[in-house]
């Protein structure tokens, strides 16, 4: 860049009327998750199958079901669907886990939740980049799973330190992409041109790149360590290695797959079929086994191949309490202490029966989940007017006047996400970590606390029953308590 126009760019920066016509970070991250989507359908055209799949899955199960399709256009689910994804990176130092930060910081993802995968041998720890507020997730549910290496649990100290020292090196971001995250934090916004420049520079970061930056040995020796070290120390940089659509019946769509070519694994994550859906449920399919080139002696590219993406589709369901979740956390122990330990091809039948059992023990209706105080809602009126003045929520629910909705589970699971890092890790051999979790550490890289999700799902339900009994204290005369 020439100096003068280096100094009209500053001078932009530091002009005040700019605040007035910032892009929404809702739009950002709206732009962004269609770039991301429209990028990954070309690196990876089974995912074009896959959300064919998907939409006619759902199109089919709202056909056949007019009460789900009522309660999604009533919550505003519907409208989101389409465009609904989650996807999945690998950082490997604190510097780019901080620097994501920044970076999703522009399209309002914050950071959501700690995940400690290392007892389950994966050497991450991760987080959730997503909206918070249930207006910005209704614009844009884009979701991404972050995961940061853990050089700390590998043992061999030269290896360790080489691939630290292959980490330092590399820059994942564009010079211009940090600029921009720099111009909206010093803004507080990005203008209409500075907000679709920031997307697509953005991307890059996510992009696939044919070309490792190490040799083939050193691949080779990464990936005797353990697979992800390859995939996070090999390559420029965190390629985005699937990016999930949300299905509304996902054991239809999971018998669907063969059918179309896709062969998912054995056993769905998370919880069993229900009437009444909770948390998540997952399947996957295996990475693809893609050509790399290495860096060869005398500069000549030596050929090799790598596994890093991979396909997976979701059906989300209602959002528990601690109390709910800690039900979950309990029942899915004992339905995997009774198959000793986790599912595989093997046992999926036994332990498909077997979770069914053990979940039979979690209330499958609304009412119950509600009365009992297992899941998050989201309260809206009926409709119904001349509600007693002062009359508690309660009655007013009793009565008819106000009405409660799932609210939806936006966030992951470990066990289940260590399932899929596990089947599309590939190998069988789990190197067992100890127990890990060190949420203090990741927060330091991060350079920020990551969000508790059950009070963000408590401030949505909360939000939504204040608004009803405003409406209906306006109505009455006398704000209800
Ligand atoms: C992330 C695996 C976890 C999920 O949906 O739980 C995940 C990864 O493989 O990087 O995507
Ligand atoms: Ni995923």
């Known amino acids: 860049m020439h100096d003068f126009m280096r100094a009209i760019v500053i001078y932009r920066c530091a002009e005040p009327a700019m605040s007035q016509n910032f892009v929404s970070p809702d739009q950002i991250r709206a732009w962004f998750s269609r770039a991301m989507s429209d990028m990954y359908k070309s690196e990876v055209p089974l995912y074009d199958t896959l959300l064919d799949l998907v939409a006619q899955v759902n199109a089919q199960t709202l056909a056949a079901r007019p009460e789900l399709a009522a309660q999604l256009a009533r919550t505003g689910e519907i409208e989101r669907l389409d465009i609904e994804r989650h996807g999945a990176i690998r950082v490997g130092t604190a510097e780019e886990l901080a620097n994501m930060r ?91 041109a500075d907000a679709r420049e920031f997307v697509a520079e953005v991307l890059h970061t996510f992009r696939w790149h044919g070309e490792a930056t190490v040799s083939l040995d050193d691949y080779r020796e990464l990936h005797g360590q353990h697979r992800l070290i390859a995939d996070v120390v090999a390559f420029k940089g965190p390629h985005i290695n699937h990016l999930t659509p949300r299905t509304l019946d996902i054991d239809a769509a999971q018998a669907e797959m063969p059918r179309r070519g896709v062969s998912a694994k054995a056993v769905i994550e998370g919880p069993p079929p229900r009437n009444c859906p909770i948390l ?20 000549q590219a030596a050929v090799g191949s790598h596994t890093a993406r991979f396909g997976e589709i979701e059906q989300r369901g209602v ?28 046992n999926a039948a036994a332990y498909r029966q077997t979770l069914q059992e053990c979940f039979a023990a979690f209330p499958d209706n609304y009412a ?14 009926t409709g119904k007017t001349g509600a007693p003045a002062g009359a508690d929520s309660r009655t007013l629910i009793e009565q008819g006047y106000i009405r409660y909705e799932p609210l939806v589970y936006e966030d992951f699971l470990p066990v289940s996400a260590a399932g899929i890092f596990q089947s599309n890790l590939g190998d069988k051999t789990r190197a067992e970590y100890a127990q890990n979790a060190s949420q203090a550490a990741f927060e330091q890289a991060l350079g920020a606390p990551v969000l508790d999700e059950m009070t963000l799902y408590q401030d949505t339900q909360d939000r939504s029953l204040a608004a009803c009994l405003q409406a209906l204290g306006a109505q009455t005369g006398a704000v209800a308590a």
């Open 102 to 192: 920044r970076v999703f910081a522009v399209m309002g993802m914050r950071p959501v939740g700690y995940y400690d995968l290392s007892p389950a041998g994966v050497p991450v720890h991760s987080t959730a980049f997503r909206a918070t507020h249930e207006a910005a997730l209704q614009a844009s549910p884009f979701r991404v799973f972050t995961s940061l290496l853990r050089l700390e649990l590998i043992d061999d100290a030269a290896l360790r330190e080489k691939a630290a020292r292959i980490l330092a090196a590399r820059r994942i971001f564009t010079a211009r992409a940090l600029e921009l995250a720099a111009r909206f934090e010093s803004q507080g916004g990005l203008g209409d």
């Open 319 to 346: 959002a528990l309490t601690r109390k709910g979740r800690a039900l979950y956390d309990h029942l899915l122990n004992l339905a995997r202490g009774r198959s000793s330990g986790a599912p595989h091809e093997g």
């Open 368 to 381: 119950e989940l509600h009365a009992q105080g297992l899941a998050y809602f989201r309260y809206s009126l």
């Open 280 to 299: 998540l449920r997952q399947t996957s399919f295996k990475a693809l086994e893609e050509a790399v080139s290495f860096i060869g002696a005398d500069g």
